[in-house]
T-cell receptor, first 118, second 112 residues
Framework: GAGVSQSPSNKVTEKGKDVELRCDPI?????LYWYRQSLGQGLEFLIY????????KSGLPSDRFSAERTGGSVSTLTIQRTQQEDSAVYLC????????????????FGPGTRLLVL | KNQVEQSPQSLIILEGKNCTLQ??????????LRWYKQDTGRGPVSLTI?????NTKSNGRYTATLDADTKQSSLHITASQLSDSASYIC???????????FGQGTELSVKP
């Protein structure tokens, strides 16, 4: 079956421009996560959506970063006025975790969007 | 300070050999610990998930162990194959919310 898909796979942009990254989670998965992976670094949590609950935005590094999840499915991560330090791989993951649900839910990751800010 | 520390940072082994990757964590309270494999240019793929009550879990040639008292986990790879070359990431989930805490990974290279 279809896994998590992300688009674009690669994005090169100029400093100061806005970018939108898209994530299509696995159908039926209620939880969706965005992560950032910089070169040589571990994954950094950005934001977490769970069903209709208010998202956990505690990982967003600045107010230039925002994310939406429409209709409980597709999510868009927007970075405004991009900076060179925003260059990284942005990974999306989804899981069937329900709030307070089973401990052993598995997150399925997409292939990532490689963002390069010049 | 990173709450999940992995070692070694990188490792090179010959095909057919065994290896063990280490993960120490300070996350508390602790819900579960996962090992992921991330091939170059791909998203991470889950290998094992263990709760605090589980000491060992296997997935084919991969065996993960967990000592919740010392807050240590290991991933043992048996009879390595060239396709095992990847980054192996230890991930710990605390008891609060859905946030996962990732280690920086161990880069494994299996040579013929």
């Amino acid at each position: 079956g279809a896994g998590v898909s992300q688009s674009p796979s690669n994005k090169v942009t100029e400093k100061g421009k806005d970018v939108e990254l898209r994530c299509d989670p696995i159908s039926g998965h209620t939880a969706l996560y965005w992560y950032r992976q910089s070169l040589g670094q571990g994954l950094e949590f950005l934001i977490y959506f769970q069903g209709n609950s208010a998202p956990d935005k505690s990982g967003l590094p600045s107010d230039r970063f925002s994310a939406e999840r429409t209709g409980g499915s597709v999510s868009t991560l927007t970075i405004q006025r991009t900076q060179q330090e925003d260059s990284a791989v942005y990974l999306c993951a989804s899981s069937s975790q329900t709030s307070g649900g089973p401990l052993q839910e598995t997150q399925y990751f997409g292939p990532g969007t490689r963002l390069l800010v010049l | 300070k990173n709450q999940v520390e992995q070692s070694p940072q990188s490792l090179i082994i010959l095909e057919g050999k065994n290896c063990t990757l280490q993960c120490n964590y300070t996350v508390s309270p602790f819900s579960n610990l996962r090992w992921y494999k991330q091939d170059t240019g791909r998203g991470p793929v889950s290998l094992t998930i263990m709760t605090f009550s589980e000491n060992t879990k296997s997935n084919g040639r991969y065996t993960a162990t967990l000592d919740a008292d010392t807050k240590q986990s290991s991933l043992h790879i048996t009879a390595s194959q060239l396709s095992d070359s990847a980054s192996y990431i230890c991930v710990v989930r605390g008891n609060q919310g859905g946030k996962l805490i990732f280690g920086q990974g161990t880069e494994l290279s299996v040579k013929p």
